[in-house]
């Protein structure tokens, strides 16, 4: 006999054509949706006739426990997510609550677009060689290992994508790694920084680290940080990868 099955979709950054179809299929299939009350609001056409667990945050164990409860009981169940289901989302969590419970429930997780790859192809193409993700948020990652992790990836040159930058208590931790990185690349190196990705209201901009707009940032804002090989050309912000100079023009 199979197991019951729980999904942990991602439903991209916002828009309706970046919801892969892998996703919307998923959530066909589903009897149940749980997910952060915002993420509920982003394809309701979706979700119509099917029951709803939603909650605000830092609801997401008790959301999570109530969505297996939920698949315990044979319903189909589906966990959305903003972005990838597996990249600071709910899949994760999902697989901690049912090998802790020891529950016969596989949870199969559903790629999406993340933020980092959506600001990126909106900026350019600063992804292009060895990159690192870093949420600035401390609520379940203590900032000391924040500050260890900003300081590795700069001393590394590598490109970083920022999530979570800040917030309106939490605001020192993007100042300190906006210092981190100009202490490694200068202040020159140029960043890019998108609001609300692939949503009304989406804005992007570049500048040099010397002028990072502080007070435009918060929790929608995805800034990513170049290195020694990120330029910003005819209004693109692009990472070189080494083609030209190995095999030329």
Do not use: W
């Not at 193409?125 to 401390?138: G, H, K, Q, R, Y």
């Not at 804002?221 to 990120?230: E, F």
Request: charged share 20%; aromatic share 6%.
């Amino acid at each position: 006999m199979s197991k019951q099955v729980i999904y942990a979709i991602g439903l991209g950054p916002g828009a309706a054509d970046l919801l892969t179809p892998r996703a919307a299929r998923a959530i066909a299939q589903c009897d149940v949706i749980a997910g952060y009350n915002a993420y509920l609001k982003q394809f309701p056409e979706l979700f119509n006739g099917k029951k709803i667990i939603g909650n605000g945050m830092r609801g997401e164990i008790e959301r999570c426990n109530l969505a297996l409860k939920e698949a315990a009981c044979g319903k189909t169940v589906g966990v959305i997510s903003s972005g990838d289901a597996g990249i600071y989302a709910m899949a994760g969590l999902l697989l901690e609550l049912v090998n802790a419970e020891g529950m016969d429930i596989e949870v199969v997780s559903i790629p999406g677009v993340t933020a980092a790859s959506a600001a990126a192809c909106i900026l350019g193409a600063p992804l292009m060689n060895d990159f690192a993700v870093i949420s600035l948020s401390d609520l379940l990652t203590p900032r000391q290992i924040i500050v260890k992790r900003l300081k590795a990836v700069a001393a590394g040159d590598m490109v970083c994508a920022l999530y979570n930058p800040s917030s309106t208590r939490r605001k020192s931790l993007i100042r300190e790694a906006v210092e981190i990185f100009m202490e490694a690349h200068g202040g020159d190196c140029y960043c890019g920084i998108v609001k609300d990705a692939s949503r009304p209201g989406e804005t992007a901009t570049v500048c040099q680290l010397c002028n990072f707009p502080f007070d435009s940032i918060d929790m929608t804002t995805i800034v990513i940080t170049g290195n020694s090989q990120t330029l910003f050309e005819n209004g693109k912000l692009f990472t070189k990868r080494g083609y030209i100079e190995k095999y030329g023009k």
